[in-house]
């Protein structure tokens, strides 16, 4: 397994909790209640949350115990991505609050070593012994379905009455003449590094490329980040992307627009990218270049044929209950939807419980799931519910307000008053349809709007929640303020007037 490099006593004590190397995978009982194919996310959840109901479950994993999250996802990148606001923090000290002046760089391998050594720790949630212990017969080794309701595993077969396939994703690779043979890093590699790379090539500019640029250009690296569009960030609100790319700029991160990479070769020791960026030829080069272009589900040798899955637009085909083709099988995670989180991933797990184990008793539905999600740039860009071109597009008459940070003290006086809140309402309403924030902690708030959205109360309520002064959180209760002065119309105001010259 490349990822696990360097072998030092972090990585020792990770493996030992999610690929334990004497770990002998026990004889199958009879038929399961549920078989849970993929111990990422979504797949400990849903085998957690059966054992604890009692059933009889089997959980097969093929690779890591914990999936991307923990070993090459969430964890490791928001580890790195910490110190690197720290880094860019004591950097920024001295020019903007009078602070020491720092001479010199940090030490790029304490860096890496506190990633491992957190990943490490944080592993034994996940870790094989741990859901032995909750009851789970846990198999490791490649599985594959020999039928519509039995699955093999290591020389073992395992019949089940219902089965969730929640076998996740991985990075997408494009087919880049010299690219293999020059080499490259993904999301699954690149936290392996003990040096820092003088300089980073990234292709592609979604999260994982954003996030990693703004990563690595405060460590020290030069990076040059590929787009192949006209922005970063497509799939949110422009003026967020905008925010994003004037901080990047800021962090020495280089950027190049509608640019296509044509191929890669070595040349004295460094990697050389040839691209067409907006109607030129140009060469880019870099000690290491990172992909981050997207993601494919895992599904290769899974035997989906045998199991009667048809796949679909997202990976595996399934219904609004998570059901697929075959009623005794559900599918959830990154391997079938179009929302790749780990929260996600939990939430979908929580729903198909009930729709797998008790014939839709307690189950959910995907359709009414409010999915908010994070981008951890800085400023952070948080989103939930629709955009306005959705609600538009629907039939939807939206009426949207847009709040700058510079109105909110706290935020000036943090100074992360760069952002802004913008809040899309069902016109003539105080109905949210979704909300986008850009904002250093844009994570740590958005879960206010999420909570109005579940619990079907409108902006004006927020407006007369007492926000705690002064905190960046504040922006929702002006934009509720704000709502309520599109409640004074003139009619209104000549009312008002003719009330308050009548009064004596």
């Known amino acids: 397994m490349?990822?696990?490099?360097?072998?030092?006593?972090?990585?020792?004590?990770?493996?030992?909790?999610?690929?334990?190397?004497?770990?002998?995978?026990?004889?199958?009982?009879?038929?399961?209640?549920?078989?849970?194919?993929?111990?990422?996310?979504?797949?400990?959840?849903?085998?957690?949350?059966?054992?604890?109901?009692?059933?009889?479950?089997?959980?097969?994993?093929?690779?890591?115990?914990?999936?991307?999250?923990?070993?090459?996802?969430?964890?490791?990148?928001?580890?790195?991505?910490?110190?690197?606001?720290s880094w860019r923090s004591a950097a920024d000290s001295s020019w903007s609050f009078g602070g020491p002046r720092i001479e010199r760089l940090g030490d790029f391998g304490a860096v890496m070593g506190r990633v491992r050594r957190l990943r490490a720790e944080l592993s034994e949630a996940d870790s094989a012994a741990r859901f032995r212990d909750l009851g789970v017969d846990v198999f490791l080794g490649e599985g594959r379905f020999a039928g519509p309701d039995r699955l093999t595993v290591q020389g073992r077969t395992i019949r089940f009455w219902r089965a969730i396939i929640a076998t996740g994703a991985r990075p997408a690779v494009p087919q880049v003449p010299g690219l293999e043979t020059c080499g490259y890093l993904t999301n699954e590699t690149i936290f392996t590094l003990t040096q820092l790379p003088r300089r980073l090539v990234i292709l592609g500019s979604g999260p994982v490329g954003c996030e990693m640029a703004q990563a690595f250009a405060p460590l020290g690296a030069e990076v040059t980040l590929l787009s192949e569009l006209d922005r970063i960030l497509p799939r949110e609100d422009p003026d967020a992307s905008r925010v994003v790319?004037?901080?990047?700029?800021?962090?020495?991160?280089?950027?190049?627009?509608?640019?296509?990479?044509?191929?890669?070769?070595?040349?004295?020791?460094?990697?050389?990218?040839?691209?067409?960026?907006?109607?030129?030829?140009?060469?880019?080069?870099?000690?290491?270049?990172?992909?981050?272009?997207?993601?494919?589900?895992n599904l290769e040798d899974l035997g989906l044929e045998d199991a009667r899955v048809d796949l679909g637009p997202h990976g595996i085909a399934v219904n609004d209950r998570w059901r697929t083709s075959n009623a005794r099988i559900f599918a959830i995670g990154d391997c079938c939807s179009p929302h790749q989180f780990t929260h996600a991933a939990d939430a979908q797990a929580r729903q198909v419980i009930g729709n797998a184990l008790f014939f839709g008793l307690g189950g959910g539905r995907a359709s009414r799931l409010i999915m908010p999600w994070v981008t951890y740039t800085s400023p952070e860009i948080a989103h939930v519910g629709m955009y306005e071109h959705e609600a538009t597009q629907r039939g939807t008459r939206v009426h949207t307000l847009t709040l700058p940070l510079q109105g909110v003290d706290r935020a000036v006086l943090d100074g992360q008053s760069e952002g802004f809140l913008r809040v899309h309402l069902r016109r003539g309403t105080d109905?949210?349809?979704?909300?986008?924030?850009?904002?250093?902690?844009?994570?740590?708030?958005?879960?206010?709007?999420?909570?109005?959205?579940?619990?079907?109360?409108?902006?004006g309520t927020i407006a007369a929640t007492i926000?705690?002064?002064?905190?960046?959180?504040?922006?929702?209760?002006?934009?509720?303020?704000?709502?309520?002065?599109?409640?004074?119309?003139?009619?209104?105001?000549?009312?008002?007037?003719?009330?308050?010259?009548?009064?004596?």
């Not at 194919?37 to 400990?44: D, E, R, T």
């Not at 909300?435 to 999420?450: C, F, R």
């Not at 509720?480 to 105001?493: E, I």
């Open 2 to 85: 490349s990822m696990v490099e360097p072998p030092d006593r972090y990585n020792q004590q990770w493996v030992a909790q999610v690929r334990p190397s004497a770990w002998i995978n026990p004889e199958p009982k009879g038929r399961y209640h549920l078989l849970v194919v993929g111990a990422g996310p979504s797949g400990l959840m849903s085998a957690a949350i059966a054992a604890a109901l009692g059933a009889r479950v089997a959980l097969v994993e093929r690779h890591l115990m914990g999936g991307d999250c923990l070993n090459v996802g969430c964890v490791p990148s928001k580890a790195l991505i910490a110190a690197a606001r």
């Open 431 to 459: 109905h949210i349809l979704g909300a986008t924030l850009v904002a250093q902690h844009a994570g740590e708030m958005i879960g206010e709007i999420a909570v109005a959205m579940r619990a079907g109360v409108g902006l």
């Open 245 to 297: 790319e004037r901080a990047m700029a800021r962090d020495g991160v280089r950027l190049l627009h509608r640019c296509r990479a044509l191929q890669v070769e070595s040349r004295g020791g460094e990697r050389v990218v040839q691209v067409q960026s907006e109607g030129q030829h140009r060469e880019i080069a870099g000690d290491e270049i990172l992909i981050a272009v997207g993601r494919t589900p």
């Open 467 to 504: 926000h705690p002064y002064p905190t960046q959180a504040e922006v929702f209760r002006r934009a509720g303020d704000a709502w309520r002065k599109t409640r004074l119309t003139p009619a209104a105001k000549r009312l008002l007037a003719w009330f308050f010259r009548t009064v004596r």
